[in-house]
């Protein structure tokens, strides 16, 4: 069995620093079929999601998928992304985080109890993080591979 990969600790650290220090966790993913995420919110095949504790629920930030329940537009939704779809964890607040290569998955890996999404196609007009002032926030990361 080869070595696990540090990506998902290091989501899980960044996660509870941002909520130590007060700030709001995002999460950009790159989405593709293994991708379960509201279609409507997909830009340019990537969405940016609050992985807050006041933003979701049930929230479980696992070794391999990152899984929960959000509202989208007054709407409850099942989230499920796998590890290797994260491409940065950021605070929205200051853009301090960290990106990830994009890793591609493998299907066979996926649990049984995870349902698998369609593809899903960017839609224009869609929602992109915001500071108060609803100018997008740059994140400042450190890839790591």
């Given at each position: 069995?080869?070595?696990?990969?540090?990506?998902?600790?290091?989501?899980?650290?960044?996660?509870?620093?941002?909520?130590?220090n007060g700030y709001t966790p995002y999460v950009t993913v790159h989405v593709d079929a293994h991708t379960l995420v509201p279609p409507a919110h997909v830009r340019d095949g990537q969405i940016t999601l609050n992985v807050g504790t006041l933003a979701?629920?049930?929230?479980?930030?696992?070794?391999?998928?990152?899984?929960?329940?959000?509202?989208?537009?007054?709407?409850?939704?099942?989230?499920?992304?796998?590890?290797?779809?994260?491409?940065?964890?950021?605070?929205?607040?200051?853009?301090?985080?960290?990106?990830?290569?994009?890793?591609?998955?493998?299907?066979?890996?996926?649990?049984?109890?995870?349902?698998?999404?369609?593809?899903?196609?960017?839609?224009?007009?869609?929602?992109?993080?915001?500071?108060?002032?609803?100018?997008?926030?740059?994140?400042?990361?450190?890839?790591?591979?």
């Amino acid at each position: 069995m080869g070595e696990t990969s540090t990506k998902p600790y290091m989501i899980r650290a960044l996660h509870e620093w941002c909520t130590d220090n007060g700030y709001t966790p995002y999460v950009t993913v790159h989405v593709d079929a293994h991708t379960l995420v509201p279609p409507a919110h997909v830009r340019d095949g990537q969405i940016t999601l609050n992985v807050g504790t006041l933003a979701t629920h049930s929230l479980v930030l696992g070794n391999e998928f990152i899984e929960f329940q959000a509202r989208f537009g007054g709407i409850t939704e099942n989230v499920s992304v796998p590890i290797g779809a994260v491409s940065a964890i950021y605070a929205r607040e200051t853009g301090t985080g960290m990106g990830f290569e994009v890793q591609p998955y493998e299907p066979g890996e996926r649990p049984a109890s995870v349902p698998v999404a369609e593809p899903v196609a960017s839609a224009p007009g869609a929602a992109s993080p915001t500071d108060g002032d609803d100018t997008p926030k740059r994140p400042r990361l450190t890839i790591v591979k």
